[in-house]
């Protein structure tokens, strides 16, 4: 038996922003198949030279994403949907914060999300609702 669902894309995403979410979708779904420390070692080379995300670009980019694939859409997207709305950002210049960890109330699964000025964007859950287990931030510059 199957449980009847809705998934809901974002409107109003520019032609523009879906498509640069189309051609990095892709790399995305790749990059999810990986073993943690692979995906972690590849973000940490791409994060390089990027300012930080702030929180209506890393929504947009995930409004993004969700706008044009139904996977990253669905529940079980997370992992693809992060990836790709960070490689999205960093398309633009920027880098969220990547975060990969468990929920902190039963039942326990493992979750994928992105984080901008300190805190989870769009997850509709408080911010101590998920407790990272592994986070690739931007990379602070040092100040002269």
Request: charged residues 20%.
């Amino acid at each position: 038996m199957t449980t009847p669902s809705a998934l809901e894309r974002p409107p109003g995403v520019p032609f523009a922003r879906r498509t640069a979410a189309r051609l990095v979708l892709l790399p995305a779904i790749v990059l999810s198949l990986l073993p943690p420390r692979r995906i972690r070692a590849v973000l940490g080379v791409l994060r390089r030279g990027a300012r930080p995300a702030a929180a209506a670009e890393a929504k947009g980019a995930r409004d993004a994403m969700c706008a044009v694939s139904l996977r990253c859409a669905g529940p079980r997207g997370c992992l693809p949907r992060s990836l790709g709305a960070a490689l999205l950002c960093r398309l633009t210049g920027s880098w969220p914060t990547w975060c990969t960890g468990v929920r902190v109330v039963p039942p326990f699964t493992a979750h994928a999300w992105i984080e901008a000025e300190g805190r989870p964007v769009d997850e509709g859950v408080p911010d101590d609702y998920f407790t990272r287990l592994m986070a690739v931030a931007p990379v602070s510059r040092p100040a002269r």
